[in-house]
């Protein structure tokens, strides 16, 4: 079925460096694609959002990027701070329903200090 | 956060026995979204809601039954709960389906015994 596919798992980069998490979807219809972090013991928010009509976002440290042809999506987090050690989950509209969002299975970011 | 409540936060419920989870919004937001996470498989949907008495099914929807009376309420329930509906259960809102933000309550975490 329709899916969207997240990669890695768990992800350890060092205080300063730059993190890249990658998402696959399958459905070609798709149109919007957000990216959402989870502390630990918190609720999923909203970190930036991409539309299928744009190939790049960008909010401060934070940038995704979009390929339609590849179906893939990226997030981008640069100059890592240790306050950014959560789990990352990229979503999609699949299925050619609007109303729904397929969530990737989410990557763990340790940053170390 | 946006005004959304989910009760109760904990609960610990035999197998067999029905549960109702209640998510309360003072948002006034159309769409309603009920989730499970579970390590290793990140936010399923379960059901939806696009308005009152408007609810649709998502990836994960067997054993759970939802309805909306009130635009500010979105029960779930489970009518006979298994130790495989044992997860945390996050309640989302969001003003314009699939392709807009969705914003999260705080969970609940639910132990089927």
């Known amino acids: 079925g329709e899916n969207v596919e997240q990669h890695p798992s768990t992800l350890s980069v060092q205080e300063g460096d730059s993190a890249v998490i990658k998402c696959t979807y399958s459905?070609?219809?798709?149109?919007?694609f957000p990216w959402y972090k989870q502390e630990l013991g918190k609720r999923p928010q909203l970190i930036i959002d991409?539309?299928?009509?744009?190939g790049e976002k960008k909010d401060q440290r934070i940038a995704v990027t979009l390929n339609k042809t590849a179906k893939h999506f990226s997030l981008h987090i640069t100059e890592t701070q240790p306050e950014d050690s959560a789990v990352y989950f990229c979503?999609?509209?699949?299925?050619?329903?609007?109303?729904?969002?397929?969530f990737g299975t989410g990557t763990l970011l340790a940053v170390q200090p | 956060d946006a005004g959304i409540t989910q009760s109760p936060r904990h609960k610990v419920t035999e197998t067999g026995t029905p549960v109702t989870l209640r998510c309360h919004q003072t948002?006034?937001?159309?769409?309603m979204y009920w989730y499970r996470q579970d390590p290793g498989h990140g936010l399923r949907l379960i059901h939806y809601?696009?308005?009152?008495?408007?609810?649709d099914k998502g990836e994960v929807s067997d054993g759970y039954s939802v309805s909306r009376s009130k635009t500010e309420d979105f029960l779930l329930t489970l009518e006979s709960a298994t130790s495989s509906q044992t997860s945390v259960y996050f309640c989302?809102?969001?003003?314009?389906?699939?392709?807009?933000?969705?914003?999260f309550g705080p969970g609940t975490r639910l132990t089927v015994l």
């Open positions: 989302a809102i969001g003003l314009a389906g699939g392709t807009d933000t969705q914003y």
């Open positions: 991409i539309r299928s009509n744009v």
């Open positions: 948002e006034n937001h159309r769409y």
């Open positions: 809601s696009y308005g009152v008495k408007d609810t």
């Open positions: 459905d070609s219809a798709s149109n919007y």
């Open positions: 979503a999609a509209i699949v299925g050619g329903a609007t109303n729904k969002l397929i």
